[in-house]
């Protein structure tokens, strides 16, 4: 069963940094664009960043310019870099997959998306 799980979530003080990981099995990433979503509590999920599979990025304008989403091929794996990062980033972050051709607007369609990972939880608080 095709499979993403992400990890590198945790608890980190205003101002830190985080990097993400989605890794896949069963499948391999190379031919699928892969997105990160977030959901916080009370909220709906939003796109935070979005790749296609030859490597064109975008960002949501909360997170650019603190955000770097990239792949590595080799290891089957998408990070999510996460630097400066601020109380709002608070929340379940997911990964998701899709044999997509991507757009900025991709990323506010979770409906699109194919696979999606389990989840990991960044909290950022002093």
């Known amino acids: 069963q095709l499979q993403l799980v992400e990890s590198g979530g945790g608890l980190v003080q205003p101002g830190g940094s985080l990097r993400l990981s989605c890794a896949a099995s069963e499948f391999t990433l190379d031919y699928y664009a892969i997105g990160w979503f977030r959901q916080a509590p009370g909220k709906e999920r939003e796109g935070v960043s979005c790749?296609?599979?030859?490597?064109?990025?975008y960002y949501a304008d909360s997170v650019k310019d603190r955000f770097t989403i990239s792949r590595d091929n080799a290891k089957n794996t998408v990070y999510l870099q996460m630097n400066s990062l601020k109380p709002e980033d608070t929340a379940v972050y997911y990964c998701a997959s899709g044999r997509l051709f991507i757009t900025r607007q991709t990323m506010s369609r979770p409906d699109l998306w194919d696979y999606w990972g389990q989840g990991t939880q960044v909290t950022v608080s002093s």
């Open positions: 790749i296609s599979s030859d490597g064109t990025t």
